[in-house]
């Protein structure tokens, strides 16, 4: 079996159809997805412009248009005529102008505003870097956003003048930042974020705000048009304040900066009342743990009068949007794999509004999503399913929510795809109730003997749930039987729940995945001579540290994963974020507390082929982290391959054939020890 090619053993393996069934979901299908992100309703309810995702088989890359309809779901169309990626739509406070940025060449991203009545489009900024976080003033003349300032690059020296003509090579780079590089993005520009106001219009962008500071959050205005909310770190150590951020008040006019809140944490994502009387937002006090639910807070408009609103919920607050009357808030949380909105008084009265919020994470199965609310109280939501990616759906509250677009079924209507199946069982570490789900192969037979193949989510601090993931049905239709488990540590059970893996990750969550093995073992649905271990960044780690532990797993694919904390705590491009948050102090400091949760100490354990798969641009997880365990394995004689995805970052499948190619890879080494 060994000596025929890779791509025949995988496609051997693939189920076969039957002439008139439908084919199961296949790697050519990647480039025919297509589903709704970021919805904003007009301010009457009565229209719904979305982002509207696919994927383009010949550039090769994730594409984006903006589209509107009814909010009935009649009179569906491109919202322009423009064929430059198109994101962020805002509607103008009377709702006859959409304010949104466009790419293209030559100008880049810039801010455009569509009039819906005439349907003219009209570039309206001239922006050395690209803006963001757009919001309208209340009158509709003027528009707010963030953008980067850049500034000269650092020198130690003044090189000499070279002769003219000559080739030489470029000056050395020189950094004194903190913070100075970023996953997908490389070495960041020197500089900083700052406000601007610009006319709808059209006109110069007059800069707000300054200072050696970032101030890039979202800005939203107070209802008499004079002064921009904000979310930022003003404080003098704010660099090495990784988490902490305060609210501020700036006035439109420019002037000075005053301060709302203040206390060690994150405050973000202001939303001002109707009445302009109260700031809500989000934000927590900064315990230093790994993991920290995020309240939803209000206080008057002058910062006083702070008063944490009680949902009852005991989960995070993802997003928070008032109510037209003011008295409440609908708010965004994640349960149990699942996005929700819930309607909440400032009493803490709260009911739930839409559920199976999500399907815009297209790859493993995340959560993700948005809503949007009009001031009659219409809500559209990213609604997504096992089957499907995110559609839109309308609700109300107490009403049932009618799904309002098909994007994918045209495709994956005519697919046999593999259902998905929650299971729970009981952790053996401490008898906790652990939830996961199960993936049988399209075509499924009772009577046939299939492969496990254990899916582990990254994070670790997130989760998965019931969604739409075309890597994990392109694993299904290679034959395999699918399990995801949501393992402690994992978010959407509460913060005790989320924050059992501080300084115990890797190895906290391995008997939980074991668990849930077993019991798959027990209930006869797979065999325990069968079984096939991957996961991506935490995930790929926890894989390492799994064949280190033990040898029951045919094969192993560490996707991207961190093998030796140490180097990673001080090499990764978010390096300062991890000392006391995972683990207590620094790598030098305690080192042996990082060393024994190190996938790279146990590698002389191993005895199940593994394979590692990196982006070469990968900041996060940088390529020496696999190269380690890699070389580990290949010292001891071990079977192994490394695998590198040219040009990518940490989001190492975010174009569609390195999708491909990731879960081609994977299949293929599994095969080899089938």
């Keep these: 079996m060994r000596r025929l090619s890779v791509l025949l053993v995988v496609l051997l393996c693939l189920p076969g159809s039957a002439p008139g069934q439908d084919a199961p979901f296949s790697r050519m299908d990647v480039f025919d997805l297509a589903w709704a992100e970021n919805p904003t309703l007009s301010p009457d309810g009565e229209h719904v412009v979305?982002?509207?995702?696919?994927?383009?088989?010949?550039?090769?890359?994730?594409?984006?248009?903006?589209?509107?309809?009814?909010?009935?779901?009649?009179?569906?169309a491109k919202l322009t005529n423009r064929s430059a990626g198109e994101s962020s739509p805002r509607w103008s406070p009377d709702g006859t102008r959409i304010a949104f940025t466009s790419s293209d060449d030559p100008h880049g991203t810039e801010i455009y505003v569509h009039r819906v009545e005439s349907?003219?489009?009209?570039?309206?900024?001239?922006?050395?870097?690209?803006?963001?976080?757009?919001?309208?003033?209340?009158?509709?003349?003027?528009?707010?956003?963030?953008?980067?300032?850049?500034?000269?690059?650092?020198?130690?020296?003044?090189?000499?003048?070279?002769?003219?003509?000559?080739?030489?090579?470029?000056?050395?780079?020189?950094?004194?930042?903190?913070?100075?590089?970023?996953?997908?993005?490389?070495?960041?520009?020197?500089?900083?974020?700052?406000?601007?106001?610009?006319?709808?219009?059209?006109?110069?962008?007059?800069?707000?705000?300054?200072?050696?500071?970032?101030?890039?959050?979202?800005?939203?205005?107070?209802?008499?048009?004079?002064?921009?909310?904000?979310?930022?770190?003003?404080?003098?150590?704010?660099?090495?304040?990784?988490?902490?951020?305060?609210?501020?008040?700036?006035?439109?006019?420019?002037?000075?900066?005053?301060?709302?809140?203040?206390?060690?944490?994150?405050?973000?994502?202001?939303?001002?009342?109707?009445d302009g009387e109260r700031i809500a937002y989000l934000g927590y006090d900064d315990e230093i743990q790994t993991y920290q639910l995020t309240h939803l807070y209000?206080?008057?408009?002058?910062?006083?009068?702070?008063?944490?609103?009680?949902?009852?919920?005991?989960?995070?607050?993802?997003?928070?949007?008032?109510?037209?009357?003011?008295?409440?808030?609908?708010?965004?949380?994640?349960?149990?794999?699942?996005?929700?909105?819930?309607?909440?008084?400032?009493?803490?009265?709260?009911?739930?509004?839409?559920?199976?919020?999500?399907?815009?994470?297209?790859?493993?199965?995340?959560?993700?999503?948005?809503?949007?609310?009009?001031?009659?109280?219409?809500?559209?939501?990213?609604?997504?399913?096992?089957?499907?990616?995110?559609?839109?759906?309308?609700?109300?509250?107490?009403?049932?929510?009618?799904?309002?677009?098909?994007?994918?079924g045209p495709l994956l209507d005519r697919r046999a795809l593999a259902p998905v199946e929650e299971i729970e069982y009981t952790s053996s570490v401490d008898g906790r109730e652990i939830q996961g789900w199960v993936m049988r192969p399209p075509n499924y037979?009772?009577?046939?003997?299939?492969?496990?193949?254990?899916?582990?989510?990254?994070?670790?601090?997130?989760?998965y749930g019931p969604h739409f993931s075309p890597e994990l049905q392109l694993y299904a239709a290679a034959g395999y039987v699918v399990f995801y488990p949501n393992f402690r540590g994992s978010t959407g059970y509460g913060a005790e729940f989320a924050n059992l893996l501080k300084n115990d990750f890797s190895g906290g969550e391995y008997p939980d995945i074991m668990d849930g093995v077993d019991r798959l073992i027990d209930d006869g649905v797979v065999s325990d001579d069968s079984l096939y271990v991957t996961g991506g960044s935490a995930g790929g780690t926890t894989t390492a540290w799994i064949v280190g532990q033990t040898d029951r797993f045919r094969a192993a694919v560490a996707q991207k994963p961190v093998i030796n904390w140490i180097s990673k705590t001080l090499g990764a491009d978010n390096y300062?974020?991890?000392?006391?948050?995972?683990?207590?102090?620094?790598?030098?400091?305690?080192?042996?507390?990082?060393?024994?949760?190190?996938?790279?100490?146990?590698?002389?354990?191993?005895?199940?082929?593994?394979?590692?798969?990196?982006?070469?641009?990968?900041?996060?997880?940088?390529?020496?982290?696999?190269?380690?365990?890699?070389?580990g394995l290949q010292l001891r004689g071990i079977?192994?391959?490394?695998?590198?995805?040219?040009?990518?970052?940490?989001?190492?499948?975010?174009?569609?054939?390195?999708?491909?190619?990731?879960?081609d890879h994977v299949l293929a080494w599994m095969e080899r020890y089938r």
């Excluded at 979305?50 to 569906?76: C, F, K, N, P, Q």
């Excluded at 965004?332 to 199976?356: F, I, K, P």
């Excluded at 079977?639 to 879960?663: D, N």
Aim: glycine fraction near 10%; proline fraction near 8%.
């Design 50 to 76: 979305y982002e509207r995702r696919g994927m383009d088989v010949m550039e090769d890359r994730r594409t984006t248009a903006l589209w509107i309809m009814d909010a009935d779901g009649s009179d569906h």
């Design 639 to 663: 079977e192994t391959a490394y695998v590198e995805m040219p040009g990518a970052s940490h989001g190492i499948a975010s174009r569609p054939s390195q999708l491909i190619g990731k879960v």
């Design 445 to 463: 037979d009772p009577d046939r003997d299939y492969p496990l193949l254990v899916e582990i989510h990254g994070g670790p601090i997130t989760s």
């Design 298 to 408: 209000v206080m008057d408009v002058d910062g006083s009068d702070v008063r944490r609103v009680e949902t009852g919920l005991n989960r995070s607050i993802a997003d928070a949007t008032w109510d037209a009357e003011g008295g409440g808030l609908y708010v965004q949380y994640e349960d149990h794999g699942l996005g929700n909105v819930a309607h909440t008084t400032l009493d803490g009265d709260t009911t739930l509004v839409a559920d199976s919020l999500g399907g815009t994470t297209i790859g493993r199965p995340y959560g993700g999503g948005s809503f949007t609310v009009a001031d009659d109280g219409t809500v559209v939501f990213t609604q997504t399913d096992p089957h499907h990616p995110a559609e839109l759906a309308v609700t109300r509250r107490n009403e049932d929510a009618t799904q309002l677009t098909d994007l994918s």
């Design 119 to 274: 349907g003219n489009t009209t570039r309206i900024t001239q922006m050395e870097t690209a803006p963001g976080g757009l919001s309208w003033s209340p009158d509709g003349r003027h528009i707010a956003f963030s953008a980067h300032v850049t500034e000269d690059e650092p020198q130690l020296v003044s090189p000499p003048d070279k002769p003219e003509g000559a080739d030489w090579a470029e000056a050395p780079r020189v950094e004194t930042r903190l913070n100075h590089e970023a996953d997908g993005v490389g070495r960041l520009e020197h500089g900083y974020d700052h406000l601007f106001v610009v006319p709808a219009d059209g006109g110069p962008a007059r800069q707000v705000t300054s200072g050696a500071y970032n101030h890039s959050s979202g800005p939203v205005w107070t209802p008499d048009g004079e002064t921009l909310i904000f979310s930022a770190n003003r404080h003098e150590n704010w660099e090495r304040e990784r988490r902490n951020s305060e609210l501020y008040a700036v006035p439109v006019e420019g002037g000075e900066i005053t301060p709302l809140t203040d206390r060690f944490g994150p405050d973000y994502h202001p939303r001002v009342s109707p």
């Design 576 to 631: 300062y974020g991890y000392a006391n948050y995972r683990y207590p102090g620094q790598p030098w400091e305690n080192p042996m507390d990082y060393w024994e949760v190190s996938p790279i100490s146990v590698v002389g354990n191993v005895e199940t082929p593994t394979m590692l798969i990196v982006g070469d641009e990968d900041r996060r997880t940088p390529t020496w982290e696999a190269q380690q365990f890699y070389h």
